[in-house]
């Protein structure tokens, strides 16, 4: 059995015990201090689990107008994968310390190369503990492999361009914190405010107080009433750099409600540009 979208911690457990190919990466990060995340993961990670940093393995050269987490290539992220031990046939396992913040842009990433069986661990760490697993401080070694195959991408995306000709026609959903999304602060990008035309959805509005995802049916009941979603085919979503919004996008697959793409720039690669519209409410 694959998982592709959540795996619980005795779901993993059981993973772990059994001899089928497993590579679990551990995607922990703080914007805020970009080696916190590495250091949290050598004081103590799920047995075996290999560190993806978000700024080195998971995003390319920013240009100041790409946004603060472009995209690398496919080819390049295929290489990475490679290096790790990722192969077509290798159940893949992210997980992190952040209400899968940064667990959740990793599986949406392999996704895009075309990998079916990854899937976050609900709950991250603390979830693993809880259920009796340990942690272990030893770096793990992997087993290196040539460049994951690229395959047709099983997640869509669209860029800035035809984001703008979409607008008015598309239902596009805004990951960040709503004092963000309102455009009341900006800390991180060029100007305050959001994509005329989107709606709010805080990612952590995706979780159970515990950390854990909220049931299927609550998702759905919460993306189809609250954000009037009807056709998740024409659901695009942004957050400030492409991380959050995969957050939104997995809770929609969760939640049965499949297809939406991701705008990867997002916020931080819109707003640099000053000929492009921006809306304050």
């Known amino acids: 059995m694959a998982y592709t979208t959540l795996i619980s911690a005795e779901q993993l457990l059981a993973l772990t015990r059994s001899v089928e190919p497993l590579v679990i990466l551990d995607t922990s990060f703080d914007l805020a201090d970009v080696t916190a995340g590495e250091r949290s993961y050598r004081e103590g990670h799920l047995p075996g689990a290999q560190y993806l940093h978000l700024d080195r393995d998971m995003s390319a050269t920013k ?40 667990a959740a842009r990793a599986w949406w990433m392999l996704r895009w190369l075309g990998h079916d069986a990854v899937a976050v661990l609900d709950g991250g760490v603390s979830a693993w503990q809880q259920a009796g697993g340990e942690l272990e401080s030893a770096v793990a ?38 004092e963000r999304y309102r455009g009341d602060v900006e800390p991180l990008d ?25 049931p299927a049916a609550q998702l759905r009941a919460e993306f189809e009433a609250g954000l009037a979603v009807d056709d998740p085919s024409q659901v695009v979503h942004q957050c400030g750099s492409g991380v959050t919004s995969c957050h939104n996008l997995l809770a929609m697959e969760v939640a049965g ?21 921006i809306a304050r409410s």
């Open 63 to 102: 240009t100041g107008l790409n946004g603060r987490h472009p995209l690398p290539t496919r080819e390049v992220f295929a290489a990475t994968l490679g290096r790790l031990g990722v192969s077509p046939a290798t159940q893949v396992v992210v997980v992190d310390r952040q209400g899968a913040m940064y």
């Open 141 to 178: 070694t992997p087993h290196a492999l040539p460049p994951y195959p690229l395959r047709e991408p099983l997640v869509g995306s669209i860029d800035a361009a035809s984001l703008l000709k979409r607008l008015g026609r598309t239902r596009l959903i805004d990951a960040r914190a709503a």
């Open 257 to 277: 409600l499949h297809g939406s793409v991701l705008y990867p720039g997002s916020w931080s690669e819109w707003s640099a540009d000053p000929s492009r519209p």
């Open 190 to 214: 060029a100007q305050a405010g959001h994509i005329p035309g989107a709606r709010n959805r805080f990612f952590k509005d995706n979780l159970l107080p515990d950390g854990r995802f909220k």
